[in-house]
């Protein structure tokens, strides 16, 4: 695997609440009306650990071109302008909250808030999706085994995945095979926007529904994207994340249900 495959993954892995997206235009509004910071202070304000705003777009894992039925001018606009257009957008929004002081007015930080939330998990998500893909879509190792203990049998899960996806199909959002962390069990997700995940889990499998992701291609064909994100997922990747949450529900883990 190339080196930004394995970039960042163990934070976004860590991250449990995922959330909805939208252009950003709150932010800009915002910016209009909150004050700017004293002169010689916005170095200061913008050095903050949790508001940086200088997060960086991790390039593909693989060659755009390499996927089976996907073609490079859909991967390569997916990446360049819908998710590397959610990390310019989270670091404009984490700069303006950078900005905010006790007289900023709450609609406006909770539209920021908002806009927060939706862009670094659309930041997270993307990566986690380009990271799974890659592969051979051939399931083996701990993952087979996992699904066929909590779902009878892996194509039977493959099933419900695929079900989970056609039901987001013509809109937005996301299915996941998730870990959760408090009971170690393996959850199929469906999460209509960035924001509405599982709590308290790790994306083991991400598999995006957005229209921009396959609509180049197959124009409003679910199906055959579907075919082909199967046929391109790097279960080694998947393993990799697999272990590394059993690992997490070792230390975090306390309840059982
Ligand atoms: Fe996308």
Known sequence: MSAGRDHDLTRREALAALAASGPLLLAGAAAAALPAPPPGKEDALNSKAALVGKHTVVPLPFAAGSLHGLSERLITSHHDNNYAGAVRNLNGVEQELARITPATPPFLVAALRERELAFRNSKTLHEAYFANLGGDGRRSGAIESALAQAYGTSARWQEQMRATGMGLGGGSGWAIL???????????????????????????????????????DFGAGVTPYLDAFFANVDWNEVNRRLERARHMHTLVGANAG
């Open 178 to 216: 998730a870990f959760e962390l408090d009971t170690g069990a393996l959850r199929t997700v469906s999460s209509g926007g960035h924001t509405q995940a599982l709590a308290n889990s790790v994306p083991l499998l991400v598999l995006e529904m957005y229209e921009h992701s396959y609509q180049m």
